[in-house]
């Protein structure tokens, strides 16, 4: 018995396109979803080694979307601790 549950308000049954885990799903397409996108684009300049590591965390998640990600995001590692 893995105790497994549904709430049934929670539930979105017969949809075309769903957001999940910060993803938009569509038929057979999967992109990032817009409005974590937008947050992204428009955070402010990191100022401290912390904020920077904290945005290059978040940007990661997206990693497979952002040709070339691991060489622009490369001077940033700098940063992690």
């Known amino acids: 018995d893995a105790n497994f549950r549904l709430n049934i308000n929670k539930c979105q049954i017969a949809q075309t396109a769903i957001d999940y885990l910060g993803h938009h799903i569509e038929h057979s397409n999967i992109r990032p979803n817009a409005d974590n996108i937008r947050a992204l684009v428009e955070t402010r300049q990191p100022t401290t080694a912390k ?3 904290r ?5 990661e998640y997206y990693r497979k979307f952002i040709p070339a ?3 622009i995001a490369q001077p940033l590692h700098q940063y992690a601790p």
């Open 55 to 59: 945005f290059v965390k978040a940007a």
């Open 51 to 53: 904020e920077a590591f």
């Open 69 to 71: 990600f691991s060489t």
